[in-house]
Structures are given as structure tokens and as C-alpha cells.
């Protein structure tokens, strides 16, 4: 029998996480505040709609059976990042920061998917508040919007695991205690000990006090919005290694990170997916860095520039070091080919992740093998065990969606007049959540110049990415609504 579907669950869970967005829109409003910013009255209003709108949620949302299943579960963490980015674009509009509907919801759809382009032509010259916001869109949006969710839904009596579940990326998760809000607590406590651990270290090494908070943001959640024009170009060595080190360990799956920290490196020695990612940086930056120094590069400058690269772009961070489309063809295709790669499941990267591509070689040289031997019977194993067929079928399915949605994108870039190598470069980086690409956006990552058509359609394929393709497909299934 059809179960009907849970409304008033949907609104209440949806009330509740716009309170959350409220109080995070509270921090921008003091900063404003404290600066004597002109944009003051704008986050007042901002703020005030959004809490009006929650409420009325909530109160739609009475009387509601706790039940979530897998349709509610679904359509709230589809349905989140849409509301969340319809009540976060209002500062920037309202404030006359980006006058135009569609440029102020593509920088907040950028900033909570972490895809990290913008149409900010001129970002030096935007308010504190302004800035801080969009830092703060990616930090929220880096761990996600539902794992925080399902750290404080209990408070209110609503339970978590369906969105958890349905948000979560890679193949499969894995929890950290019996409890899921537990596990989800961990994994926030873990994030923002590495924010502040990054913001202190990049305020001792000379970056103000300001900026430090805005790149530990944005360096974390591998989101990469910078508070200046030219990325992190200016800074100096010692800041860019420090960024550096903290995008290699957020492209790294936070559960293992919780491991490594309370003192269990074999973990993380054991887990076969680090290796896989921690091995492509480790190529990824030695190729770079060997084709920076035959481009007369100095030695410390191309192992810093090309290790930055590399990183910054596996794991989607799309941060800058150097603008890398002035280097010789070769290098930047390969920057380009990157973007397909991203950092671990589990953490705050995106991309293909580095468990898929893994498995999809495991499975392509598994399958060579039984054409030579065609009676055998040749397991395909990750982590020592062997996979079931379901799952490698689910690797491969993946993507083949993931390319065709490229695909698919590439043709509507083309159609509303853009260069077919820069539609193809603006896909990968959109669907990867990367921000940066090639050809005139190239590694300035921003896209104020691109169609209105084209941007409106380049924010759905963010969410897209962000929510690893199934989670929004299956809303356009009939099969998941007959259930």
C-alpha cells in the first residue's frame, strides 16, 4: 500500500533549519553593526524574514507524525540547500552588493555547495559583512547543512538518520558511535577545532585577523572563497603552505580524521582510500612542480606552487597560488583533469571521490582478468573485503550519470554562446563543486560575464554535484513516489 506522503514532517525539519540559518545570518548582522557598514539595515530585514519564514514553517508543520522515511528524507535534503540559498542570497540583494536576482543566488548556491566561483567582479571592495557571509556559506555548507541538522534535530524531537543517509557522501558511511547524532556531533566538533586551528595559525604568520577567519573558513569546507581579487596569490610562502596543509587533511574522510586524532593512526595507515588520495597528490604536485621548474620556475617556488595546485584542486578547495592557464598547455590540462578526481568520501571535498575512481579500476581490471580466465571467479575487494555486486554497480552508475550531466551541461553552456572547451571546463568545475576552470574564467573563478541562462542552469548542476547526483534524480523518479 502507498504510504502518503509527510508534509507537515517536511515543514517543521524545514522550520527548524532555517532557524539555524537565522542565527548564523546573526553574525554578519554584528559585523555590519560593528563596522558602521552602510549594508546594516539590509541584514536587519534579511534577518528578520528569515525568522518570520521559519516560524511560519514550524507552525505548518504542527501536529506532524515523526516520521521520516525515505521520500521525506529525500525532498528535505534536496529541498534544504534550495531554501537555504532562496533566504541567503536576500544581504546581497537587499543591500545592492549584487543587484540582480540571479548573480545574488548564484554566490550563495556557490558558497553553500562550496563550489566557491563568483560574480563578484571586484571582492576587495565588498563589505566585512558581506564577506564574512560568504565565508560563513561555505562553512556551513562544508560539513553540510544536514549533518548538522541531525547533531540538534533531536532537541526537537525529529530524528535524522533517513537525512543522513540521503546527504552523506561516497559509497557507503560509517559511524562513529550507535547513535547517529553522536557520530554527526564528532565530525562538527572536528571541523571547527580545524577552522580554529587554521585561523590561529594563519593569524600568527602575518594574515589579518579578518582574512584569517574567512580562509580557515573557506579552507576547510574546500570551499575557496578569497577575500581578495588574485585568491591567495599575494600571500606569502609561509601562509600558502599552511593553507596547503589544511586542504590535504579536509580532502581527507573526517571519520578517519576522528581516528587519527584520538590516537589511532593505524586507521588511517589501513583505510585504502587515503592512500589512493594521499598517491594522486603526491603524483598530481611532482608533475606539476617538474613542469613548472623546465618552465623556468625557481625550485622552492614550483614544489610550492605545484603541490598547492594540485591539492587545491583535488579536493575541489579551488584556491589560487598562481595563475596556472599562463603555464604551458600540458599543465593546465592536467589541472583541468583534476577536477574530476576530488578528495575522500566523507569529507568536505567534492568530486568523483577517490573510493569510486578506485573501484571503477579495481572492477575495469577485474573484468580484464576474467576475459582471460573466464571460469574464475574474481572478487572485486576494497579495505580486504569484497564488494558486493550492488555497490560496484552503484560506482558505475554513478558515473555514467556524472559524465552525462557534464555532457548535458556542456550542450546548454554551448547554446547560450559560450566557447566549447570553456562549457566544458565550466561543467567539470560546477559538477565537482571546484569554482575554477579554464579558458576566460580560467583560475580567476569568476563568472560575472556568463549568461544569466547559463548561470541559472550552472547552479542546479552545483547541487547536483554537492548532493552526489541520486539524492535530486530520484525526486524526478515515479518509482520512489509509488513506493
Avoid at 566561483?117 to 558581506?130: G, K
Avoid at 533517513?162 to 547517529?180: D, N
Avoid at 552545483?462 to 539524492?471: A, V
Wanted: with cysteine.
Amino acid at each position: 500500500m502507498t504510504r502518503t506522503f509527510n508534509w507537515r514532517i517536511v515543514f517543521k525539519t524545514m522550520g527548524v533549519l532555517t532557524m539555524l540559518e537565522a542565527v548564523f545570518m546573526l553574525i554578519p548582522t554584528f559585523v555590519a553593526w560593528w563596522y558602521r557598514e552602510a549594508d546594516f539595515g539590509a541584514w536587519i530585514v534579511s534577518c528578520a524574514i528569515t525568522w518570520l519564514s521559519c516560524w511560519w514553517m514550524i507552525g505548518a508543520g504542527r501536529k506532524a507524525e515523526r516520521r521520516v522515511g525515505e521520500r521525506e528524507g529525500y525532498v528535505i535534503v534536496a529541498l534544504v540547500w534550495v531554501v537555504y540559498s532562496l533566504f541567503g542570497m536576500l544581504p546581497y540583494w537587499l543591500s545592492g552588493a549584487l543587484t540582480e536576482v540571479t548573480d545574488a543566488w548564484y554566490e550563495t548556491m556557490a558558497g553553500f555547495t562550496t563550489t566557491g566561483s563568483t560574480v563578484f567582479r571586484d571582492v576587495a571592495a565588498q563589505t566585512h559583512s558581506v564577506l564574512l557571509w560568504r565565508a560563513l556559506t561555505q562553512w556551513i555548507g562544508g560539513m553540510g547543512i544536514i549533518v548538522l541538522s541531525v547533531a540538534i534535530l533531536p532537541m526537537f524531537g525529529l530524528g535524522g538518520m533517513q537525512l543522513y543517509s540521503a546527504e552523506v557522501t561516497g559509497v557507503s558511511y560509517e559511524k562513529l558511535s550507535p547513535r547517529i547524532a553522536d557520530t554527526a556531533k564528532h565530525m562538527w566538533v572536528t571541523y571547527i577545532l580545524l577552522t580554529v586551528a587554521e585561523g590561529l595559525l594563519l593569524w600568527l604568520f602575518g594574515m589579518g585577523k579578518f582574512d584569517a577567519i574567512c580562509h580557515s573558513m573557506a579552507t576547510i569546507s574546500t570551499g575557496g572563497f578569497a577575500t581578495h581579487n588574485d585568491s591567495v596569490i599575494a600571500y606569502s610562502p609561509i601562509i600558502q603552505w599552511i593553507i596547503f596543509v589544511f586542504m590535504l587533511l579536509s580532502g581527507i574522510n573526517f571519520t578517519q580524521l576522528i581516528y587519527l586524532f584520538r590516537g589511532k593512526p593505524q586507521r588511517v595507515i589501513d583505510d585504502e582510500e587515503t592512500h589512493w588520495y594521499l598517491t594522486a597528490c603526491l603524483i598530481a604536485g611532482t608533475l606539476l612542480t617538474v613542469g613548472l621548474l623546465i618552465h623556468t620556475h625557481g625550485m622552492l617556488s614550483s614544489v610550492r606552487i605545484g603541490f598547492f595546485t594540485a591539492v587545491a584542486t583535488i579536493t575541489s578547495t579551488g584556491f589560487v597560488a598562481a595563475d596556472y592557464m599562463i603555464w604551458p598547455p600540458v599543465l593546465w590540462v592536467l589541472v583541468f583533469f583534476l577536477m574530476f578526481t576530488g578528495g575522500a568520501s566523507g569529507s568536505t571535498s567534492g568530486g568523483m571521490k577517490w573510493v569510486r575512481l578506485a573501484i571503477f579500476a579495481k572492477a575495469a581490471h577485474a573484468e580484464i582478468k576474467r576475459r582471460i580466465h573466464p571460469n574464475a571467479v574474481i572478487p572485486v575487494r576494497f579495505n580486504g573485503r569484497t564488494l558486493r555486486e550492488q555497490t560496484t554497480s552503484n560506482v558505475v552508475a554513478f558515473m555514467f550519470f556524472y559524465m552525462l550531466i557534464i555532457a548535458l551541461a556542456t550542450l546548454w553552456f554551448c547554446g547560450c554562446g559560450i566557447g566549447f572547451d570553456e562549457s566544458f571546463g565550466i561543467a567539470t568545475s560546477m559538477i565537482g563543486n571546484v569554482g575554477v576552470s579554464i579558458g576566460q574564467w580560467g583560475s580567476s573563478g569568476c563568472y560575472a560575464a556568463m549568461p544569466a541562462a547559463a548561470k541559472w542552469v550552472a547552479t542546479f548542476v552545483m547541487l547536483i554535484g554537492r548532493l552526489e547526483i541520486f539524492t535530486v534524480l530520484l525526486l524526478f523518479s515515479s518509482a520512489l513516489w509509488k513506493k
